[in-house]
């Protein structure tokens, strides 16, 4: 029962993300990295502390690339990883975070990433309707691919 619990529903992508946490939570990596990871985020936190103290809302792109196609990176786990980096931040830092559609990049959507204060959710979220609102960016759509 608990094999099948964790793995339906769960892509290979979600599997491979879950086997690692897993594996560096394991007793003998816990100080290696989860302490060391847990010093990395308080630091990460003043610095957007700091960078709060200046502003309300930090814009940056969602990925580094446009959105990929369906099933395009499957076989290749690290390009994968390294489409989330910029929100690992936010998750880290334990502030909120939102991705909007600003925009299409040959044919295919890129993202908006608004970051906020901690509990600043209010604020966060009416930045991202007042961009919505002012743009169409939401209504535009990729083409067909097959």
């Known amino acids: 029962m608990y094999e099948r619990s964790r793995s339906e529903g769960f892509g290979e992508e979600v599997k491979r993300r879950i086997?690692?946490?897993?594996?560096?939570?394991s007793a003998g990596y816990f100080d290696a990295y989860y302490k060391k990871a847990q010093q990395v985020r308080t630091l990460l936190r003043k610095d957007f502390d700091a960078a709060f103290s200046q502003c309300d809302v930090i814009a940056t792109p969602t990925s580094p690339e446009s959105a990929f196609l369906l099933?395009?990176?499957?076989?290749?786990p690290v390009s994968m990883y390294l489409s989330d980096v910029y929100t690992v931040s936010a998750n880290l830092a334990g502030i909120p975070g939102v991705s909007i559609p600003c925009g299409l990049n040959e044919g295919l959507p890129v993202g908006l990433q608004l970051l906020g204060r901690v509990l600043d959710e209010e604020r966060l979220l009416r930045t991202a309707d007042a961009f919505q609102r002012r743009t169409d960016h939401h209504q535009a759509?990729?083409?067909e691919f097959s």
């Open 141 to 143: 759509h990729p083409p």
């Open 71 to 76: 099933g395009e990176k499957i076989h290749d």
């Open 19 to 25: 086997m690692l946490g897993t594996y560096v939570l």
